[in-house]
């Protein structure tokens, strides 16, 4: 079944010929006196809703096991909580603000060592001590958009009986399947492409491993940072038209590239592979598109703050992956936790802006960018 048909089709017949599932709301769930033992208890633990939204996840990434958080840093923190003291975790420095905040902050004190590294790419074998026990990694990275190698480094990991972790955020199933590339974590941030309207904040863990299932069973139930059935319901109908909108939004991300790429106005333009040869076959290796976000420069002479006053269309607003166009400024906004050495050596200039391209008539954005780009010359 191809993703678009998994997408829509997945859930489709339900009780009284419903072409749609129907949303359970209740927290508790009446047992049978005699053996205590229902397939659902307790909504916490498990409820109807999460668990159809759960199947469609494991489906659109291949996956045995799904599992649905109330954000993506919560499926992070679940992803990372198989973690025991004395292990450590490597993660590329440019990883995730957020997860670099709960690796930073959180895993010290329970005695996990977060080491963050400036290229995931360049890691070797001499680069795992016994500890080592997780690698987690983005590709393309946010926001140079850089790559690394999936199948290469999770090689690398297992060898020394490492598990590798992938933020899939950026790509989502439809344009990347990690699994299927040997890696034994995928965690997403459901809140941007897979729910796709920013009005809904939710993350996805998937895997074929039944050992780390129990695991984030068990997260999903000690920690309790779960997805309501509500917006189960709601990533269920999101979900419905993810290819349809990722291939919309990448066309038009192609559109603006090609544009800006040979604009006087533009310093540097990023997105998956334009960084090298090398890492534009990597990606067409492991992905099957560049997604729709970009990154780029003006020139110096070139006012960024007039540019962006001027902009009709992408609001100037973290987060991505919605049907309307946003535009930051990653220094000051997403990536400002970080020190600016750090930003430096990740290619994180201050002058740099990151657009998450929406499904927007392409006519309009061009146009919108050029005329924001004169007011701002
Ligand atoms: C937004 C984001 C997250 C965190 O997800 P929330 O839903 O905001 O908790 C994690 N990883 C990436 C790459 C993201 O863009």
Redesign the pocket.
């Known amino acids: 079944m191809h993703i678009q048909t998994a997408a829509v089709q997945t859930l489709r017949h339900h009780e009284h010929g419903a072409v749609v599932p129907p949303v359970h709301l209740a927290s508790t769930f009446e047992l049978d006196p005699g053996s205590e033992d229902g397939s659902y208890a307790y909504q916490r633990g498990a409820n109807p809703t999460r668990a159809q939204l759960e199947t469609v996840l494991a489906t659109l990434d291949g996956a045995d096991h799904g599992f649905a958080f109330a954000?993506?840093?919560?499926a992070?923190a679940a992803a990372l909580s198989t973690l025991e003291v004395g292990d450590e975790v490597i993660l590329p420095a440019s990883v995730?603000g957020?997860?670099y905040r709960f690796v930073d902050l959180v895993l010290p004190g329970r005695g996990v060592t977060g080491r963050f590294v400036d290229d995931l790419g360049a890691l070797t074998d001499a680069d795992f001590t016994p500890a080592t026990r997780a690698i987690f990694m983005?590709t393309p990275a946010?926001p140079t958009l850089r790559i690394t190698d999936l199948r290469r480094l999770t090689e690398l990991a297992h060898r020394h009986g490492a598990i590798v972790i992938v933020?899939n955020?950026?790509m989502t199933p439809v344009l990347q399947r990690p699994l299927e590339l040997g890696a034994d974590v995928v965690v997403q941030?459901?809140?941007?492409y897979l729910a796709g309207h920013s009005d809904l904040?939710?993350?996805a863990i998937t895997t074929n491993d039944e050992s780390l299932a129990e695991a984030f069973a068990l997260a999903q139930k000690a920690q309790g940072g779960v997805l309501s059935p509500g917006d189960s319901f709601r990533l269920i109908q999101g979900i419905k038209t993810l290819p349809l909108r990722l291939e919309r939004q990448q066309a038009n991300a192609v559109a603006i590239v090609d544009h800006l790429r040979g604009h006087d106005d533009i310093a540097q333009v990023w997105y998956p592979g334009s960084h090298s040869e090398d890492e534009a076959r990597i990606h067409a290796g492991q992905a099957t598109g560049t997604g729709a976000v970009l990154s780029f420069e003006l020139v110096p002479e070139l006012d960024r703050v007039a540019f962006l006053r001027a902009l009709r269309y992408p609001g100037y607003a973290v987060?991505?992956g919605g049907v309307e166009s946003l535009i930051c400024r990653p220094a000051t906004m997403t990536h400002e936790a970080m020190t600016p050495q750090a930003r430096e050596k990740a290619g994180i200039s201050d002058e740099l802006l990151r657009l998450s391209v929406g499904i927007e008539d392409i006519t309009d954005l061009l146009s919108d960018l050029d005329q924001a780009l004169a007011e701002a010359g």
């Open positions: 954000s993506g840093m919560a992070t995730y957020g997860t983005e946010n933020d955020t950026f941030s459901a809140t941007k904040l939710a993350g987060s991505l």
